[in-house]
C-alpha cells in the first residue's frame, strides 16, 4: 500500500472537515456571547407554548412529506439519466420509460387514494 496514493483523498477529506469545522470554532471564539431572558426562552417566535409537547399531529402532515420525499428523489433519478442518454442508447431510454411509468401508476393511485387532498 503506497501512502501517497491515498494522499489526495486524505488531503480532500482534511481540507473538508476543516472547511466545516472552521467556521462554526471561529463563530464561537469571536462572536458576541449576549444572553437575556428572550434568547434563554425555550420559544423564540414570538408567543409562548400554551399546549402540550406530546400533543398528537395530523397523520397527513407525514404523508405528504412521504409522498413529496418519495417523489422528488424518484425524479432525482432523472437528471443523471438525461446527461448520458446519447451514451446509454435505446436500452436505457426504454428503462427509463419503464421506470416513469411505475412512477405514474403510483402517482394515479395516490390520487384515486385520495392522499394528496387536503380536506
Known sequence: MNLQEYLPIILFILVGTAIGIAPQVIGFIMGPN???????????????????????FD????????????????????????????????TGFWAVMVFLGILVVGLVYEWKKGALDWE
Open 34 to 56: 449576549r444572553p437575556d431572558a428572550a434568547k434563554n426562552s425555550p420559544y423564540e417566535c414570538g408567543f409562548e407554548a400554551f399546549e402540550d409537547a406530546r400533543m398528537q
Open 59 to 90: 397523520v397527513r402532515y407525514y404523508l405528504v412529506a412521504i409522498l413529496f420525499i418519495l417523489f422528488d428523489l424518484e425524479i432525482a433519478f432523472l437528471f443523471p439519466w438525461a446527461v448520458s442518454l446519447r451514451d446509454i442508447g435505446p
